[in-house]
């Protein structure tokens, strides 16, 4: 599985959009990219994921870039509860063990 | 729809003793996975089931850690003997099926462990 790249930590206003980045540049045909947040003491809560068209869901956006080498997570209108640390995940699709192999994620504070 | 359901949520233990933690997975899901969370880290993942079977436990503690799946649906995950540096909390996370594709797993809220 490819290994990603996400900056530790990012700030945002609360009701603005919140743009998470995530570099995946070994990422291999078959791999999606799946996204994560985990809120202090709950496990991790699985938020979206996408091979290769943009993806929208009720509770994000994911864009891919058009090379698939990265993306980002937008959350259109982040509030207090959106506070969390959110994993970038490259998983080979079709494999024989679709484990997620989690990095350090990207702390998100959303300030009022 | 239930979730990922796991008990207890918290477990406070003398090093050298042992612990056990129970999971339940969403009814219907073949793929069973346990992690291992480090207080600052990601969840690392220790062993993964598909249906009663094993398919990945190249990074379970195998002298101290056991974990079983029996009849293919509840799990139990085992350490004994407890070391401090086992602190930690325990995920439970539970899919479809690991072969299809965008295949999506789904997490329990985690068994706190504390060995002191």
């Known amino acids: 599985d490819a290994k990603t790249t996400q900056p530790p930590s990012m700030d945002c206003a609360e009701g603005r959009a919140a743009n998470l980045p995530c570099n995946h540049s070994?990422?291999?045909?078959?791999?999606?990219v799946y996204w994560y947040r985990q809120i202090h003491s709950q496990g991790p809560q699985y938020i979206i994921h996408?091979?290769?068209n943009n993806e929208t869901n009720e509770m994000a956006s994911l864009i891919i870039t058009e090379d698939r080498k990265s993306s980002t997570l937008i959350l259109p209108h982040a509030t207090l509860r959106d506070t969390a640390v959110y994993y970038c995940?490259?998983?080979?699709?079709?494999?024989?063990?679709?484990?997620?192999?989690f990095g350090q994620g990207t702390t998100l504070q959303v300030k009022p | 729809e239930a979730g990922v359901a796991q008990s207890p949520r918290y477990k406070i233990i003398e090093k050298r003793q042992s612990v056990a933690f129970w999971c339940n997975p969403i009814?219907?899901?073949?793929?069973l996975y346990w992690y291992q969370q480090i207080l600052g880290q990601g969840p690392k993942l220790l062993i993964q089931?598909?249906?009663?079977?094993?398919?990945?436990d190249s990074q379970l503690p195998k002298d101290r850690f056991s974990a079983e799946r029996l009849k293919g649906v509840d799990s139990t995950l085992k350490i004994q003997p407890a070391k401090l540096e086992d602190s930690a909390v325990y995920l439970c996370?539970?899919?479809?099926?690991?072969?299809?594709?965008?295949?999506?797993?789904?997490f329990g809220e985690g068994s706190w462990l504390t060995v002191v």
């Open positions: 996370a539970s899919s479809l099926d690991l072969a299809r594709a965008g295949n999506t797993i789904y």
């Open positions: 070994t990422i291999s045909g078959n791999e999606y």
């Open positions: 996408g091979l290769k």
């Open positions: 995940i490259a998983q080979r699709g079709s494999s024989n063990t679709g484990k997620l192999i």
């Open positions: 009814s219907g899901h073949a793929t």
């Open positions: 089931f598909q249906n009663n079977g094993v398919v990945d």
